[in-house]
């Protein structure tokens, strides 16, 4: 603790706290790390130890997974995430909006209710919609997926939007009622575009998770809708242990994942804690 | 008036329209789900006995059997102790972290962004990073016990070691999370504190322990909280590193619900136990928003 434990001032970072948050970042990373470079390696190579530094790194992982059914799955999982996410956006947004302009009795409850829905585990909701599909046939398929994943980014949509709506000057809208514009030409065309930046975190934010699920896509899929996530997990299981390929399935299924986080996050936090703290 | 009143009229009725969607959606996709779960768990439904959906005979019958059922009262216990140790020690590490880079620097700041990437990873990437340095032949982590003589058990499969495996995988996933908390809630705390206790004679570790902690005991309290409740959901670690086992060493009450509906078919037995867990996240939320508010009202 080279700079010592004072939280309260703030002042420009002396070289040796620098070289100690270095250090740290490179251990705290260096498991993300392993996976990274084992990506790269030939199966040889990765059984071989001390590792060595520099080696010719391969694509011939990444070019087998591509030729196996692998593709087909991150097709489903970019499938299942978008429309999800767009569905959860068309739902969300306007309710989002009537709810941060609404002071009736019942909204806290509402929010209440919103936030069990984030916080329930996967199974609570996995056991009836399986019994559910099963029933009416929607078991392994993206239609399946995307109404599961709609069930908890509708509650983060609604959740994460009213903010951004709230810090929308009341005046603006007031002044465009009084010379006679409709609600609904009001928030289309004042409101909705104050508010793109939210609407563009918040679609990452539905997008990531559900793109990040895997219990649902392992109860609710088998080979037709499989996602990216349980095919890696599969060939762990049933074809051997290739860690070359298992290291560079893992790599492409974070591969959205870190582009679309580093891109929102700001909002990580009111995602990730539903907005109950402003944190 | 009569315009103003025109107005408000419209306004009700968009908003019935914005609304309305959602909240049918919401109650048919999450709220009919859970009232299905709950009228499920009073059925001994097996999936081979499709009959058993709608016995009700004894709809209390799975409830009784939960305190008897030593796989259950363990999958509790496992789970406290995953909970407790992943949470202290996501607490204390975020907090660390949070300390050590609270400071102005354009490099510190893009940093920042770095250490948040275990917390955004895939869950089932996370437990596949952690399966390969778990995995003796290709581990760099039993590379270097060998070279210092050091003979390491397989952590994953030994019943000393398994459950600790996996708090240590869920701390370097979630330790972020209260680290960017914390930060943002030693952001708030005024300079001027600080400095008139240097200027008192303070050192570091007084200010830490008489103006930093308190500030931000809230903080670590509710995002502790959090942790707490999300720690229920610790599913692909579970799955991919351990299986529960060795035993049911690392089976918790979660991992145990989803053996009992998609391995043994038990969906009856499994709802129950899954509405259990449902009160203990309900309550644990309903603490927190319950905090939520108390800190607002007192800021």
């Known amino acids: 603790m080279s700079g010592g434990m004072t939280g309260p001032v703030r002042r420009s970072a002396s070289p040796r706290r620098l070289v100690a948050i270095g250090v740290t970042l490179i251990m705290l990373l260096s498991p993300f790390l392993w996976l990274l470079q084992m990506s790269f390696k030939s199966n040889d190579l990765i059984l071989q130890f001390p590792p060595p530094l520099i080696f010719t790194p391969t694509l011939q992982n990444y070019a087998s997974l591509w030729q196996g059914a692998f593709a087909a799955s991150f097709v489903n999982s970019l499938m299942s995430a978008s429309f999800s996410t767009a569905l959860a956006l068309i739902l969300g947004v306007p309710a989002a909006y009537a709810l941060s302009r609404w002071a009736g009795r019942g909204k806290h409850a509402l929010s209440f209710a919103i936030l069990v829905t984030r ?71 004042i409101v909705l575009p104050m508010v793109a930046p939210g609407i563009a975190a918040t679609a990452i934010l539905c997008f990531l998770y559900a793109w990040n699920d895997f219990f649902f896509a392992l109860i609710l899929t088998r080979t037709h809708a499989r996602t990216a996530p349980v095919a890696v997990v599969n060939f762990m299981n049933y074809e051997g242990w290739e860690w070359g390929k298992i290291a560079a399935g893992g790599s492409l299924v974070m591969a959205p994942v870190l582009i679309f986080s580093l891109a929102v996050r700001r909002y990580l936090v009111s995602g990730l804690t539903a907005g109950a703290v402003k944190g | 008036m009569s315009g103003e009143g025109l107005v408000d009229a419209e306004r009700r009725r968009f908003n019935r329209i914005a609304l309305a969607p ?65 949470v202290l020690l996501q607490v204390l590490f975020g907090m660390l972290l949070a300390l050590l880079l609270h400071t102005q620097s354009r490099v510190v700041e893009f940093a920042r962004t770095l250490f948040l990437i275990p917390m955004v990873l895939p869950p089932i990437v996370v437990a596949i990073i952690w399966k390969l340095i778990y995995t003796p032949d290709i581990s760099p982590l039993y590379y270097a016990a060998s070279l210092l003589n050091v003979t390491m058990p397989s952590l994953t499969s030994s019943v000393d070691f398994a459950l600790t495996a996996i708090i240590i995988a869920d701390t370097w996933e979630w330790m972020p999370f209260t680290f960017l908390m914390v930060l943002a809630a030693l952001q708030t705390i005024p300079e001027e504190f600080s400095e008139a206790a240097l200027v008192d ?99």
């Open chain 2, 201 to 299: 004679g303070a050192n570091r570790l007084q200010i830490f322990f008489y103006i930093t902690l308190p500030f931000i005991t809230p903080i670590l309290v509710i995002s502790g909280m959090f942790r707490l409740i999300d720690s229920v959901k610790a599913f692909p670690l579970v799955f991919l590193l351990t299986g529960g086992g060795p035993g049911s060493v690392t089976e918790v009450t979660n991992y145990y619900a989803y053996l009992l509906a998609f391995d043994f078919n038990e969906i009856g037995y499994s709802s129950s136990v899954t509405i259990v867990m449902l009160l203990l996240v309900v309550a644990v939320s309903l603490g927190v928003v319950w905090m939520g508010r108390r800190r607002e009202a007192m800021a």
């Open chain 1, 119 to 189: 916080m329930a585990p996967p199974i609570a909701f996995t056991i009836p919609f399986f019994l559910f599909y099963r029933w009416i046939g929607l078991l392994d398929t993206v239609t399946g997926l995307v109404l599961v994943y709609t069930s908890f980014n509708l509650p983060l949509v609604i959740w994460m939007m009213q903010p951004f709506f709230e810090t929308v000057p009341s005046s603006l809208e007031e002044a465009a009622l009084v010379d006679g514009a409709s609600t609904r030409v009001v928030f289309l065309q």
């Open chain 2, 22 to 86: 959602s909240l049918i959606v919401l109650f048919v996709i999450a709220g009919l789900p859970a009232i299905y779960l709950v009228v499920i768990s009073l059925t001994p439904f097996q999936l081979v006995n499709p009959g058993s959906s709608t016995d009700f005979s004894s709809p209390l019958r799975n409830y009784r059997l939960l305190p008897g059922d030593p796989r259950f009262v363990n999958s509790l216990w496992v789970q406290a102790k995953l909970s407790f140790w992943g």
